[in-house]
């Protein structure tokens, strides 16, 4: 009676476990796992407006043959290659000088900066709106005011540079809260030990803090590169993804397909290909810098 007693306690913990997990489960499945299947399935039809019917790989070999998609893949990683840099070292700096300070200052500064991530999206773009203003916005009248004409921030010109950087105001706090968390927890003794043997800042950083860093660099630099390919909201507010079709991200496409031109199908394609190139270069960031550091 023993050994069935034994059982029946594991069973029991088993089914507790599974009922602890279910809720989450469920939300799980119905929420994520379910769309990704559907996505998957309903980008190998085509949609009508009264029907769907089957067309295979077609909405694939479309996109193929679709030069604005190309373009918003070329838009995308121009993105991409530019902020996923500038976020990870401007954070890590950042985070660098913060660490300098006692913990109250950490606090204020990590605070400060993390303010923008929790704001409104909507309210912030508005206040960048007015700033880049061609006749009114405080850009021009800074301009203006030491001398250099006026110029159109969100024009062909500019509206790479004028994006990029209130995409970078608004994408520093998380990087900047880990990458501090990171550094206060590399041990002192480390640091203490190399400089009684001579070893000099750059030496201490690609020696100590560098290796005890990679766990942190790769969740910035993956977390920062997903966000890189699905930036949309500040596109469609700021630009609509013009002017010239200099902006449109493969997500301002897929919005256009699916809720504008009803091309659901289509759209379901692009996501599934953006999902594809997302994995691929998550997976090539893994194999550069994974680690086996813990701390």
Same mark, same amino acid.
């Given at each position: 009676?023993?050994?069935?007693?034994?059982?029946?306690?594991?069973?029991?913990?088993?089914?507790?476990?599974?009922?602890?997990?279910?809720?989450?489960?469920?939300?799980?499945?119905?929420?994520?796992?379910?769309?990704? *299947?559907?996505?998957?399935?309903?980008?190998?039809?085509?949609?009508?407006?009264?029907?769907?019917?089957?067309?295979?790989?077609?909405?694939?070999?479309?996109?193929?043959?679709?030069?604005?998609?190309? &373009?918003?893949?070329?838009?995308?990683?121009?993105?991409?290659?530019?902020?996923?840099? =500038?976020?990870?070292?401007?954070?890590?700096?950042?985070?660098?000088?913060?660490?300098?300070?006692?913990?109250?200052?950490? =606090?204020?500064?990590?605070?400060?900066?993390?303010?923008?991530?929790?704001? =409104?999206?909507?309210?912030?773009?508005?206040?960048?709106?007015?700033?880049?203003?061609?006749?009114?916005?405080?850009?021009?009248?800074?301009?203006?005011?030491?001398?250099?004409?006026?110029?159109?921030?969100?024009?062909?010109?500019?509206?790479?540079?004028? +994006?990029?950087?209130?995409?970078?105001? &608004? =994408?520093?706090?998380?990087?900047?809260?880990?990458?501090?968390?990171?550094?206060?927890?590399?041990?002192?003794? +480390?640091?203490?030990?190399?400089?009684?043997?001579?070893?000099?800042?750059?030496?201490?950083?690609?020696?100590?803090?560098?290796?005890?860093?990679?766990?942190?660099?790769?969740?910035?630099?993956?977390?920062?590169?997903?966000?890189? *390919?699905?930036?949309?909201?500040?596109?469609?507010?700021?630009?609509?993804?013009?002017?010239?079709?200099?902006?449109?991200?493969? &997500?301002?496409?897929?919005?256009?397909?699916?809720?504008?031109?009803?091309?659901?199908?289509?759209?379901?394609? &692009?996501?599934?290909?953006?999902?594809?190139?997302?994995?691929?270069?998550? *997976?090539?960031?893994?194999?550069?810098?994974?680690?086996?550091?813990?701390?």
């Amino acid at each position: 009676m023993k050994p069935i007693t034994l059982a029946r306690r594991g069973l029991n913990k088993q089914v507790i476990g599974w009922l602890f997990v279910l809720p989450m489960l469920l939300f799980f499945i119905t929420f994520v796992l379910y769309p990704i *299947f559907y996505a998957i399935k309903s980008s190998l039809y085509r949609f009508d407006y009264t029907r769907y019917y089957w067309v295979g790989f077609g909405n694939y070999a479309a996109l193929l043959k679709n030069e604005l998609f190309r &373009m918003s893949i070329k838009n995308t990683l121009i993105f991409v290659v530019f902020m996923v840099p =500038s976020v990870t070292f401007i954070s890590l700096l950042l985070a660098s000088l913060i660490c300098s300070h006692g913990k109250k200052l950490q =606090s204020f500064f990590k605070a400060t900066f993390y303010i923008p991530t929790v704001s =409104s999206l909507v309210s912030i773009v508005i206040i960048w709106e007015y700033i880049y203003n061609f006749q009114f916005g405080m850009g021009n009248y800074v301009l203006k005011s030491i001398g250099f004409e006026p110029i159109n921030f969100l024009g062909v010109n500019y509206v790479y540079f004028s +994006l990029m950087l209130v995409l970078l105001t &608004m =994408s520093l706090g998380a990087p900047i809260v880990v990458f501090t968390a990171a550094l206060n927890g590399i041990p002192k003794d +480390l640091y203490e030990a190399s400089a009684i043997d001579g070893a000099k800042a750059v030496r201490k950083f690609f020696n100590i803090t560098f290796p005890m860093l990679k766990p942190t660099l790769l969740y910035v630099v993956v977390t920062s590169t997903i966000g890189s *390919f699905q930036i949309f909201a500040i596109i469609l507010i700021m630009t609509g993804g013009g002017p010239a079709y200099k902006t449109t991200t493969i &997500m301002m496409l897929i919005y256009r397909e699916a809720f504008i031109n009803m091309n659901f199908g289509i759209a379901n394609a &692009m996501g599934i290909v953006l999902c594809i190139l997302i994995c691929f270069i998550a *997976f090539i960031q893994f194999k550069l810098l994974k680690s086996d550091v813990e701390y």
